[in-house]
């Protein structure tokens, strides 16, 4: 088992920003110009594709956990009647 959760849309944010450090690094370098609109559109598709990856992601972990909990539930229940009650 992981010591920690997966988390991939923290994993496309961080890239997202990351290719825009590079540009920005490129365009002071003076080896590409970035037009302002290119830069934002970069940035707001980024953040809206990890939102869509984290959601993904939270499905699917629900999913797994929903699973896990019906298999465990599946199993024959424990005798917990000690036969002092009304009907014991």
Same mark, same amino acid.
């Given at each position: 088992?992981p010591?920690?959760?997966?988390? $991939? *849309?923290?994993a496309?944010?961080g890239?997202?920003? @990351? !290719? @825009?450090? *590079?540009?920005?690094a490129?365009? !002071?370098a003076?080896a590409?110009?970035i037009?302002?609109? &290119?830069? @934002?559109?970069?940035f &707001? =598709? *980024? @953040?809206?594709?990890? %939102?869509?990856?984290t959601?993904t ?7 797994? %956990?929903a699973?896990?909990a019906?298999a465990?539930n599946? !199993?024959? $229940? %424990?005798?917990?009647?000690? =036969?002092?009650? $009304?009907?014991?």
């Open positions: 088992m010591r920690h959760e997966i988390r $991939p *849309g923290r496309v944010a890239l997202t920003l @990351l !290719a @825009l450090a *590079g540009g920005y490129a365009d !002071a003076g590409w110009r037009p302002w609109t &290119f830069v @934002l559109t970069v &707001f =598709g *980024g @953040l809206s594709l990890a %939102a869509a990856v959601w992601a939270y499905r699917v972990r629900r999913r797994r %956990a699973r896990k019906s465990e599946r !199993a024959a $229940p %424990a005798n917990t009647g000690t =036969g002092t009650g $009304p009907t014991g």
